[in-house]
């Protein structure tokens, strides 16, 4: 088994989501975070709106979803796909982490790893 | 007095009481999540404690034929103020109340985020005695010395704004810079910002076409002038902001707006409608800048109390001078009130500066007040240590 964390363009959560879902993923979670990758920050008003400072931490998505090792690949072609943005990907688009998972067990039934997925 | 002129008074009384909590908004939504409740409390309990002290001896201080620095103990617990229409003071009692209200709580811009609220509550009580009263005195009272001179504020322009403003910077001073503030502070309510202008925006036309004390032709007016000037500085703001930003602030279009009700405040009972959009547009131009220069002076005016309603008010005070029509201002030829409001100006000036200073140095003193909230109180946010609330809880699950 195997955590695959995808940090997204929050606007591109849905598809991503609808994406991981034809590729067969059991279930997902999905964060609001903020963090900086290679991108810049964004650029906001402070105080009253007169001037405006450049925030490093730019709002992200991360969705997380444990799977099988056999769908490995089909998962993160899914991800990328659906999480690129225009003209083969801009900057910021996002990065994806692929982490061993030891256990997993469903709270429910007791079931472990696969058949808890 | 004309029952539709008590209904017009009661009202705009009502409008302007409502002002206190739109304030509230308006800084609330400008302050990180952590410290909202404080901030909008600062407003709010200044509704309570200022209410109390007026009708005991606030009014009396301020509105008492006393001389021309201070009034009397004439009217302690509203002794003799008469609820009869006809003498109308009580009515007036109750109007000037709701400006007594907000003044205090326009300067709790400048000291959010840090000040202690127990030592703001004794502020509070000192300062309305001390320092409000007389000026409202000198201003509006018939044997004030500003008002024999023959200095013309309309609704409030020195005794509330420029008051305000000069107290926050002192207040801001003392008080100290915001922990971590040198990574700027980002407004976390928007929206609130906007509604909380609206508001303001609503109860200002109680503010300055209720300050004519009668539903008349002159309270129409100050209603027009009002909204104009209000709209035009807010357009001031919107463009000056794209044109330095590249983006237009909801937060600067609400500042803009707050900054030409101020500005217009003292004008409104005296300028047409062209005076107003002239007053507007210096307004927007003038806090515009002064916000943006602010930040090289070493205070922390958290929420641009003294740019805003300091520096509107200083030239909605000069404005008057010059835009007011009827033979009274520059444009008529007459220099002459331009002359007494530039007095005014400065007498406000130094008189709020030294006795808010005396103020807050004594209260820092005292043993259990002292002006600055814990480090570790900072930190958490005033909200959750000083309040034992959250303005937001989570997702509701807890």
């Known amino acids: 088994m195997i955590k695959i964390e995808a940090v ?29 990758g290679t991108q810049q920050g964004v650029e906001v008003f402070t105080g009253r709106g007169a001037a405006t400072t450049t925030r490093a931490a730019l709002p992200k998505t991360v969705i997380t979803t444990v799977i099988k090792a056999g769908l490995q690949d089909t998962v993160i072609e899914a991800i990328v796909n659906a999480a690129q943005s225009g003209d083969g990907g801009q900057i910021g688009d996002g990065k994806i982490f692929v982490s061993p998972v030891s256990e997993v067990i469903r709270v429910r039934t007791g079931e472990k790893d696969e058949a808890a997925l | 007095m004309d029952s539709g002129s008590v209904a017009w008074m009661l009202m705009a009384s009502a409008l302007v009481l409502f002002m206190t909590p739109g304030l509230a908004f308006f800084y609330g939504g400008l302050v990180r999540g952590k410290n909202v409740v404080s901030t909008v409390m600062y407003s709010f309990v200044s509704m309570g404690v200022v209410s109390v002290v007026w009708v005991l001896w606030g009014y009396s201080l301020a509105f008492g034929e006393g001389g021309p620095f201070i009034g009397n103990l004439d009217f302690l617990g509203f002794k003799d103020v008469s609820s009869d229409p006809e003498d109308g003071a009580m009515l007036f009692a109750i109007f000037q109340m709701m400006f007594a209200i907000i003044t205090p709580a326009l300067i709790t811009g400048a000291i959010a985020e840090r000040f202690k609220f127990t030592t703001y509550l004794v502020f509070l009580v000192a300062w309305i005695t001390f320092v409000y009263a007389p000026i409202a005195h000198w201003v509006w009272a018939g044997d004030g010395w500003l008002f024999q001179m023959g ?4 609704a ?11 107290a926050a910077v002192v207040a801001a001073y003392l008080v100290g810079k915001r922990r971590g503030v040198d990574r700027g502070v980002e407004p976390h309510n928007v929206p609130f910002v906007i509604l909380g202008a609206g508001i303001l925006w609503f109860g200002w036309f109680g ?40 983006k237009m602030s909801g937060v600067g279009a609400a500042t803009g707006a707050v900054a030409g009700l101020v500005a217009i405040t003292p004008a409104s009972g005296f300028v047409g409608p062209m005076g107003a959009i002239a007053i507007g547009l210096g307004a927007g ?4 800048y002064a916000v943006r220069i602010r930040h090289k002076f070493g205070f922390d005016d958290a929420l641009e109390v003294m740019a805003v309603h300091g520096i509107g008010g200083i030239w909605g005070a000069v404005a008057t001078g010059i835009f007011a029509v ?3 201002g ?31 140095k004594i209260l820092d003193v005292i043993p259990g007040l002292g002006l600055r909230a814990d480090e570790a109180d900072e930190d958490a946010g005033l909200d959750v240590s000083l309040h034992g609330e959250r303005a937001y809880v989570g997702d509701g699950a807890d």
Do not use: C
Request: glycine share 14%; hydrophobic share 55%; net charge negative.
């Open chain 2, 156 to 166: 409030g322009g020195t005794v509330v704004h420029i008051n305000a403003g000069i």
């Open chain 2, 207 to 246: 503010f300055n076409a209720g300050s004519g004390l009668a539903a008349d032709g002159l309270a129409i007016s100050a209603f027009l002038v009002t909204n104009t000037a209000a709209a035009m500085a807010l357009v001031v703001w919107v463009i000056l902001g794209h044109i330095h930003t590249g």
């Open chain 2, 151 to 154: 200095a013309l504020d309309f």
């Open chain 2, 285 to 288: 131009v003038l806090t515009f």
């Open chain 2, 330 to 360: 520059l444009v008529d030829g007459n220099a002459q009130v331009l002359g007494y409001n530039v007095v005014a100006v400065l007498a406000t000036i130094a008189y709020s500066f030294v006795v808010t200073f005396i103020i807050l």
């Open chain 2, 326 to 328: 009827g033979g009274i």
């Open chain 1, 8 to 36: 997204v363009r929050p606007e591109r959560v849905n598809l991503v989501v609808e994406a991981l879902i034809d590729a067969g993923i059991g279930g997902y979670h999905i964060s609001n975070v903020s963090g900086k």
